[in-house]
């Protein structure tokens, strides 16, 4: 069985940072893109990156809202993808989730909620 | 950056009804990146259907896409309960953008 679990969110001030992980089980990482998408509250959906296997060049991209403040990374012998969030902002405030693929993706985490408030 | 709006922003059926969504691109895009989503309170998007008519893995058979350049379609044949949800498209370019979503209520 696919699962892809998401960890690290939570209450972070303006301006530091913070790690999320997306740990996952049941299928081939190495052989997937992994992305990453958020949710504010009462909001649609937004993607926000993905990156590519390691043994593909470790290709990644980063939405334009995020970049040079996110960075999005994994680690294939782990099974892991992360998203690093580097001066957070209020707008930032979302629920984060890791899902599989980089174009149409087919499985998602249950997400992580990320509070951006002092 | 292609704008997906999708209409009407809530539809209100009865189960056993036909549902028509509609996602419309500001610019033509390739009908093998457009894909639908649902979504219900508190969980994660659900694939729907992907390269715009292609349903995803366990997705009933009444659940249908169609469309190309910028008109874009899900249909759902015959409402159950359990498919009163918002739904949302997405396209899958250079840059993945979603749009704004459908609320389908009980009517």
């Known amino acids: 069985e696919v699962q892809l679990v998401e960890s690290g969110g939570g209450l972070v001030q303006p301006g530091r940072s913070l790690r999320l992980s997306c740990t996952t089980s049941?299928?081939?990482?190495?052989?997937?893109?992994m992305s990453w998408f958020r949710q504010a509250p009462g909001k649609g959906l937004e993607w926000v990156g993905f990156?590519?296997?390691?043994?593909?060049?470790?290709?990644?991209e980063h939405a334009a809202s995020v970049k040079g403040r996110f960075i999005i990374s994994r680690d294939d012998s782990k099974s892991i993808a992360y998203l690093e969030m580097n001066n957070l902002k209020a707008e930032d405030t979302a629920v984060y989730y890791c899902?599989?693929?980089?174009?149409?993706?087919?499985?998602w985490g249950q997400g992580t909620l990320v509070t951006v408030s002092s | 950056e292609i704008v997906l709006t999708q209409s009407p922003g809530t539809l209100s059926l009865s189960p056993g009804e036909r549902a028509t969504l509609s996602c419309r691109a500001s610019q033509s895009v390739s009908s093998s990146s457009l894909a639908w989503f649902q979504q219900k309170p508190g969980q994660a998007p659900r694939l729907l259907i992907y390269?715009?008519?292609k349903r995803a893995t366990g997705i009933p058979a009444r659940f249908s896409g169609s469309g190309s350049g910028t008109d874009f379609t899900l249909t759902i044949s015959r409402l159950e309960p359990e498919d009163f949800a918002v739904y949302y498209c997405?396209?899958?370019?250079?840059?993945?953008?979603f749009g704004q979503g459908t609320k389908l209520e009980i009517k």
């Open positions: 390269d715009a008519s």
């Open positions: 899902a599989r693929g980089n174009g149409w993706c087919d499985y």
């Open positions: 990156a590519g296997p390691t043994s593909r060049g470790g290709t990644t």
């Open positions: 049941g299928f081939t990482f190495g052989g997937y893109f």
């Open positions: 997405q396209h899958y370019g250079s840059a993945r953008t």
